[in-house]
């Protein structure tokens, strides 16, 4: 059964501090790794999708990297800033015909950034 | 183009009763999965449903079930509300051959 674990649980940084989220997870039999943004209270952002035979991918300040054999994908959020506070959730996708398109979170990464 | 709607945002319920959630997912869309989101148990998948069918279910307790129309939206269904079920209910939609999920912005449901 996949698991996925995100570490820390919390963060606080001060503002303009580069920084970086993990993401682990048990079986590398994987379609992909999504990296989602939640607001309090709100529906999931996706930020990064990131394919099976993909290494990294970036958006903006967002850069988001796979390590499949290994079972590991970290985020990196460069120059963060108080409008980047939120809680960071990861999810694979299993290589598996009758998983479909579910997916399997992490617990979620909580960021708070101090101005 | 629109994106994922649920509805409604909020709801408030009482021990027993029954409740049916929408999601309406992006146009052209056909698969549509929910997600139960909990303080304690984070997000857990229920079920998914492609062109009608349920292609997949989660670990819970036949009192939740879904179903999807001919346009691709969807419902849940939850019967004899326990105070456990209170949670964020989110509903995610892909496209056919693409594996990105989109999320919609969950109802709140509160068993009281």
């Known amino acids: 059964k996949q698991e996925v674990t995100q570490i820390p649980a919390a963060l606080s940084v001060p503002e303009g501090e580069n920084l970086v989220l993990n993401c682990s997870f048990t079986?590398?039999?994987?379609?992909?790794l999504q990296w989602f943004r939640q607001d309090p209270g709100k529906g999931l952002t996706s930020l990064l999708l990131?394919?099976?035979?993909?290494r990294e991918q970036t958006s903006g300040r967002l850069n988001a990297s796979l390590d499949k054999s290994s079972g590991r994908s970290t985020l990196y959020i460069a120059a963060s800033q108080p409008g980047d506070s939120a809680t960071y959730l990861c999810a694979v996708k299993e290589k598996n015909d009758n998983a479909g398109n579910m997916l399997t979170f992490g617990g979620g990464t909580r960021l708070m950034v101090k101005p | 183009k629109a994106g994922v709607t649920q509805t409604p945002r909020y709801l408030i319920k009482t021990r027993g009763q029954q409740v049916t959630l929408s999601c309406s997912p992006i146009s052209g869309h056909r698969s549509v999965s929910w997600y139960q989101q909990t303080p304690g148990q984070g997000l857990q998948f229920l079920f998914e449903y492609f062109s009608e069918t349920q292609r997949n279910k989660g670990n819970f307790p036949g009192r939740f079930s879904g179903r999807q129309f001919s346009n691709s939206r969807s419902e849940m269904n939850v019967s004899t509300l326990e105070l456990g079920d209170s949670a964020l209910y989110l509903c995610?939609?892909?496209?056919?051959?693409?594996?990105?999920?989109?999320f919609g912005q969950g109802t709140r449901l509160t068993v009281v």
């Open positions: 995610a939609s892909s496209a056919t051959g693409s594996t990105e999920a989109f």
């Open positions: 079986d590398s039999a994987i379609y992909n």
């Open positions: 990131i394919q099976s035979s993909q």
